[in-house]
């Protein structure tokens, strides 16, 4: 499906009004793929400068629009429809405001801080076509479940890299997001962003978070830094506010793959309830009371760290709870999931608050195998 690809003049053209090299034969491009095109501007002299240049260049429609144009035809139905190119703040202020997808072409002259720092950068026209296609056929998640109580639990990819059918480049790939995520590895950062944002502002549940956060570490006094950028990101390019941590780790536990999986799976959340407490900055004035939350976690191997978030935010009243995974273990042919519910009492924002199982079972989600090629052509993209 054809997208509405809109671009800023300094996108498309220098002050001069010459196009950058590849600008040409992107546009020609994108029209063969179906988008259409919207070039906009502040300025009535550049609508009328810009007009004239396309059609003399091309044989089909450029839309010369000012930018007001955006404000006034992009909405909460149609916004995943659209995805700006462009790089000055203002841009990025216009993005987040709409929740569309902001790409920065870092080829323009002009160079706005803040979509540098939270805008998926792509450096070459030819990157950014490659870029849209895939956007636009994106199948966006690897794993998908649904869970009673107003929950759904997303995984981006794979995170099995000893599968007979895990060829090599996904491997590497694989390898790579576990040395980022566990290690502090920056190299394969952007492409973990881009299929994570892209697939934010695709899907109106994500676009509909008001509170972003990410589970905890282990450790009470440790924070995974580069899961944080990720929601910091994410939070600001859907125009939310509060950036206050929503958990806070008060004590620190054993690592996961250091305990057995039945021992994990007897002990459940109580691990988590015994050392985690929510903040008290979103429960003192009912900051949860009736919102959309996203939680961010590294890895899903039985869902017993999404559990004990889903369990604090429904308490506290959230209305809807979004738990997304940057990879799934899958082990078995379905994978684990344990679905806990608690009855909690006392003050979650302190510790010792008091929990009691009230049930406890093993849900299946659905899995999209097409999802894992998505990463490796995503780092091609933006290594090529």
Not at 47 to 58: S, Y
Not at 165 to 172: I, Q
Not at 284 to 309: P, Q
Request: glycine letters at 6%.
């Amino acid at each position: 499906m054809g997208k509405n690809i809109v671009l800023p003049r300094l996108t498309i053209f220098n002050e001069s009004y010459e196009m950058y090299e590849g600008i040409e034969e992107l546009l020609q491009s994108l029209n063969q793929d179906g988008h259409e095109l919207i070039v906009i501007t502040h300025q009535q002299s550049s609508v009328i400068i810009m007009t004239r240049i396309f059609q003399e260049v091309f044989d089909f429609e450029i839309i010369c629009e000012y930018r007001s144009f955006v404000k006034n035809s992009v909405n909460t139905e149609n916004a995943q429809d659209y995805i700006l190119i462009g790089s000055s703040d203002e841009d990025l202020h216009l993005t987040a405001s709409k929740k569309m997808l902001l790409i920065n072409p870092g080829w323009s002259v002009k160079k706005g801080e803040l979509p540098a720092r939270y805008a998926i950068t792509l450096h070459s026209p030819w990157q950014l076509l490659e870029a849209v296609r895939l956007i636009s056929n994106q199948s966006e998640w690897y794993f998908n479940l649904e869970v009673p109580e107003d929950t759904r639990v997303l995984a981006l990819t794979s995170a099995n890299t000893r599968n007979y059918d895990v060829n090599t480049s996904e491997r590497e790939v694989l390898d790579g997001f576990r040395s980022l995520l566990k290690a502090g590895e920056r190299s394969y950062f952007n492409t973990l962003y881009f299929h994570l944002i892209s697939g934010v502002m695709k899907n109106p549940e994500l676009r509909e978070v008001e509170i972003w956060a990410t589970f905890p570490s282990s450790s009470s006094n440790k924070i995974n830094r580069e899961l944080e950028e990720l929601k910091e990101r994410c939070r600001y390019l859907t125009g939310r506010r509060m950036a206050a941590p929503l958990f806070k780790r008060h004590l620190t536990v054993g690592k996961s793959h250091h305990t057995n999986d039945e021992e994990r799976l007897r002990v459940g959340c109580k691990k988590h309830f015994d050392s985690i407490v929510l903040n008290d900055f979103y429960k003192e004035k009912n900051r949860i009371r009736g919102k959309v939350v996203c939680v961010l976690d590294d890895y899903l191997t039985n869902g017993i760290s999404f559990e004990t978030a889903r369990n604090l935010l429904l308490e506290a009243g959230a209305r809807k709870v979004i738990l997304v995974a940057l990879g799934r273990y899958r082990k078995g042919a379905q994978g684990i999931y344990q679905h806990e519910v608690y009855n909690l009492s006392g003050v979650i924002t302190k510790p010792g608050y008091n929990y009691k199982l009230v049930s406890r079972q093993r849900l299946v989600g659905t899995y999209n195998e097409e999802a894992r090629n998505e990463v490796r052509r995503i780092h091609e993209i933006l290594n090529g």
